[in-house]
């Protein structure tokens, strides 16, 4: 029994789409299982398909979500914190990584000079303080160089730790390429079996988000946390083009995809989509 399972499990996790529709196709099949004397059996072992396909994919979703993460974050603590740590403070004398930080830095410090003396203008700062102002303006100057310092330093330190949780990411979808299918199977599954009117929905709110006209704030705010978790220099231009050009590129596969599978699978949904989007 449990080899049967196994055997229509595997079936069902490397099905592809025909050229029938796959609606047509599974009304044809349910018309045959109905008149079928084994239809009951088959109608239990069907069940316990689906319901090892749930619980097996779930299980493999929360793997890969929840190892790498958890590798990552012990890596950085345990392994890269104290390495890392006792290298940047021995041997470099930088603070900043590239040139966004320093004026990062420097905008922070001049905020806190005018601050500072706009405070004094007004009285707000009796003039026993004020003679001390050139203190207090080189303790931010510390505090901001030792703030931008641990920015490096973690900046440093995200670039090694996600590169060994995408290394075990690979490693987990390799091990297990037959629960991947199975994944995969069952997301498909999922996605096809909502009516059009769903995916039409699902449809829109993907392209409004990534593609549509409020889209490139989004992306600029994602392009700049980044950059500026890998330490990376913060490029107004490298940003501006890659607003220009990335939405306009995932614009065009998702309409292939409409075009090529979703047009052939579920062509009502495609027909509300458009009528939806007018």
């Known amino acids: 029994m449990r080899y049967w399972n196994l055997k229509k499990i595997n079936q069902f996790a490397l099905e592809k789409t025909g050229i029938i529709p796959r ?34 994919s779930i299980k493999y979703i929360l793997v890969l979500l ?39 830095a420097f905008a922070d410090l001049q905020r806190f000079e005018e601050k500072l003396h706009f405070e004094i203008l007004i009285g707000k700062i009796d003039n026993e303080s004020s003679i001390n102002s050139e203190e207090k303006i080189k303790q931010k100057a510390l505090d901001i160089a030792f703030s931008y310092s641990n920015e490096s330093l973690n900046a440093v330190k995200n670039i090694l730790s996600d590169f060994i949780s995408i290394l075990i990411f690979i490693v987990i ?18 996605i096809y079996s909502l009516s059009d009117t769903a995916k039409a929905f699902l449809i829109i709110l993907f392209t409004d988000i990534f593609v549509g006209f409020h889209s490139p704030h989004g992306w600029e705010i994602i392009i700049e946390a980044i950059l500026r978790h890998f330490g990376l220099p913060e490029s107004r231009d490298f940003i501006f083009i890659f607003i220009s050009t990335f939405p306009v590129i995932l614009d065009t596969i998702f309409k292939y995809w409409i075009f090529r599978y979703l047009n052939k699978i579920s062509p009502s949904a495609v027909a509300t989509y458009r009528n939806m989007n007018e």
């Open 23 to 56: 609606s047509i196709s599974k009304l044809f099949e349910k018309f045959k299982q109905e008149l079928s004397p084994n239809s009951e059996m088959e109608a239990l072992e069907e069940f316990k398909v689906a319901r090892y396909q749930t619980l097996s």
């Open 173 to 190: 979808l390799i091990i297990n390429k037959r629960q991947f299918s199975i994944l995969k199977s069952f997301v498909n599954e999922y």
């Open 66 to 104: 929840i190892v790498p993460i958890l590798i990552n974050q012990i890596s950085k603590i345990f392994i890269l914190n104290p390495i890392i740590n006792y290298t940047w403070n021995k041997h470099s004398k930088h603070v900043f990584i590239n040139q966004s930080q320093e004026e990062r």
